[in-house]
């Protein structure tokens, strides 16, 4: 963690990604961000992955370096206590994230009246407050119909939810403009971020609805072929994969001196191509595995990966996750963004910190996850000022809760 954002207070309202992860960001730069969830538990609080216990690896990874308030949402007392959270004074302070559903009691609207420099950054499935998660916009986008082999006509859907995350960032960019008007004019915000919004600004600021609107073409599913240029996945002899890419002509150089400068050259002239420019790389990829695959195929990742690492041509080894994780420490292990943190409940694993480098700034440690409800108590007194009897008698009524697993 930073201290960028010290004293910075934010009150987050949510449940799987987008805001989570927003949250986190804030969190991770130094702000104080007070998750709430009902007593009963969060409801992304059982999500998958999950240990053999049943404990969310998911949440535990998602909400790093925050506070959590249980409360019971139901009651008014509980609703009071969020909103009096919410509006609670202080120049860093009127601050909200949320994909949680509108409600009365924490609408933007009603907290306003409370606070006129309200700030809220909400994120809505479509702008419409339609629902939709991040599975349910990647199949607008267009993009399933891209992925996959080209022989297989089927949408394939992504396995990262990368709207969750593009929105969540948003999220983050939204909140800290918002603050800064606030410092400069006083005024408050609601910001609202769709998740199909954010979806169709990522594809629009790529090019694919230009595409189609200039050139009148559809994207064909290319595989792992990379669109526009040259790459791709080859397997090698002893059966791992390795991702190759000439994106350069010093690369294609490098490529050609591998393989053999005849074979390169007499592809070139039967197709009276320039192999140093893209197109000519793309439009002849076929042709080009056909040289690449043979030599890739004849020798073990470990030789293929010294040679492309000698020759300068980019390329990556394909790696599971308990690869990425056990067999290569550059990549988790020893890589000075992670640091292994004690989950109570889990146990010890790796996670990562914010991945921006601040020159001449001290990274703090990356804070593990809250239990649920393990702030209730400092939260009610450090901000709302309540007494140790006034919280007594909350606890006692069932409004506030302490820490459970």
Known sequence: MYDLLS?????EGSAFVA?????????????????????????????WPITAEGKSLYWANLNKGKRSLAVDLRSPEGQ????ALMTAPGANAGMVVTNLPSRPWRSFETLRERRPD????????????????????????????????????APVNSVIPAWDLFAGMNLVAGLLAAERKRRDTGEGRHIRVALLDAALTAVSALGYYAEVAVNGTDRPKLGNHLFGTYGRGFRCADGKW???????????????????????DALAAKHKADLNLEADRFRLRDEIDALVEPWVSSRPLAEVEAALRA??????????????????????RDNPLFEE???????????AGLPLWFDGMERGPVVRAPKWGEHTDEI?????????????????????????D
Not at 80 to 83: D, L, N, Q, R, T
Not at 311 to 332: I, N, S
Not at 341 to 351: S, T
């Open 7 to 11: 004293g910075m207070r934010i009150v």
């Open 19 to 47: 805001a989570p992860i927003g949250g986190m960001t804030l969190a991770q730069m130094g702000a104080d961000v007070i998750r709430y969830d009902d007593i009963g538990g969060p409801l992304d609080g059982r999500r």
């Open 80 to 83: 009071e206590i969020v909103a």
């Open 118 to 153: 309200m700030i809220m950054v909400e994120v809505l499935g479509q702008r419409d407050g339609s629902p939709a998660v991040d599975y349910t916009v990647n199949a607008m986008t267009g993009f399933p119909f891209i992925t996959g082999d080209s022989d297989d006509g």
């Open 242 to 264: 390795v991702y190759l890419a000439m994106l350069t002509p010093r690369q294609v150089g490098a490529m050609r001196d591998l393989i053999g400068a005849d074979a390169f």
């Open 311 to 332: 020759g300068g041509v980019l390329f990556a080894p394909y790696r599971t996750v308990r690869e990425a994780l056990e067999d290569d420490p550059t990549l988790v």
């Open 341 to 351: 943190v004690d989950q109570p409940g889990i146990g010890r694993f790796p996670a």
């Open 380 to 404: 009610l007194t450090g901000v709302l000022d309540m007494s140790d009897g006034e919280i007594g008698k909350l606890h006692d009524k069932g409004v506030v809760a302490g820490p459970t």
